[in-house]
């Protein structure tokens, strides 16, 4: 069973740096894209990273570009995004998401229950 | 980027009755080449995470219930939920995976 585990958020100011984790298990990590996706609350869903299985290729949303960075370590089956000079609109639940397959830019099919970042004063 | 607007952004349907959803895409997401249309529908219920429902505009993903379809091609696609039951309460999205970046619908609203 495919598990997505997210980890790492929680207030910081604005301003502030944050990195997130993403513990993968179930499938084997390093042949699939991955993705995190963020959710504001009550709003609807904002896709903010891809990052290829090998991790060499990443792409970004423009409301994020220059402050986003992700990596993967797939000897630890694991994501990362590291999110620096963080405004208030970067608040949201973050989710990790595996793509069907290699795709960068694909179908999600799987979910992690996500964790929130909260950036405020 | 292409923009994906969906309607309406809420519908009340009786249970057992059929629900509808509409997605526009700002450009065309059919890839020639395979002649696949690069189009997802995703179901959140209230709490949970998104849970992928119907890829390739039509194929419903593993464990999904036969009463929920996609179709449509292009520009223009449609969810439909043949007969509506209460687990079936939630917001869905449609998204596009034909280019950089990765966009979503605004979400459509389902209730009882």
């Given at each position: 069973e495919v598990q997505l585990l997210e980890s790492g958020g929680g207030l910081v100011q604005p301003g502030g740096s944050l990195r997130l984790s993403c513990a993968a298990s179930?499938?084997?990590?390093?042949?699939y894209a991955t993705s995190w996706v963020r959710q504001a609350p009550g709003k609807g869903l904002e896709w903010v990273s891809g990052i290829s299985g090998s991790g060499g290729t990443t792409y970004f949303a423009d409301s994020v570009k220059g402050r986003f960075t992700s990596s993967r370590d797939n000897s630890k089956n694991t994501l990362y995004l590291q999110m620096n000079s963080?405004?208030?609109?970067?608040?949201a639940v973050y989710y990790c998401a595996k793509s069907?397959?290699?795709?960068?830019?694909?179908?999600?099919d799987s979910w992690g229950q996500g964790t929130l970042v909260t950036v405020s004063s | 980027d292409i923009v994906m607007t969906q309607s309406p952004d809420s519908l009340a349907v009786s249970l057992g009755e059929r629900a509808t959803i509409n997605c526009k895409s700002?450009?065309?997401?059919?890839?020639?080449?395979?002649?696949?249309?690069?189009l997802a529908w995703y179901q959140q219920t209230p709490g949970q995470p998104p849970k992928l429902l119907i890829?390739?505009?039509?194929t419903r993903e593993?464990?999904?219930?036969?009463r929920f379809s996609g179709s449509g091609s292009g520009t223009d696609f449609t969810l439909t939920i043949s007969s509506l039951q209460a687990e079936d309460v939630a917001v869905y999205y449609c998204q596009q995976s034909?280019?950089?970046?990765l966009t979503f619908g605004g979400g459509t609203k389902v209730e009882i």
């Open positions: 179930g499938f084997i990590f390093r042949n963080l405004r208030a609109e970067d608040t069907q397959d290699t795709a960068i830019v694909g179908i999600l | 700002s450009q065309s997401v059919l890839y020639s080449s395979n002649n696949k249309n690069y890829y390739w505009a039509s593993s464990g999904v219930p036969d034909y280019s950089n970046p």
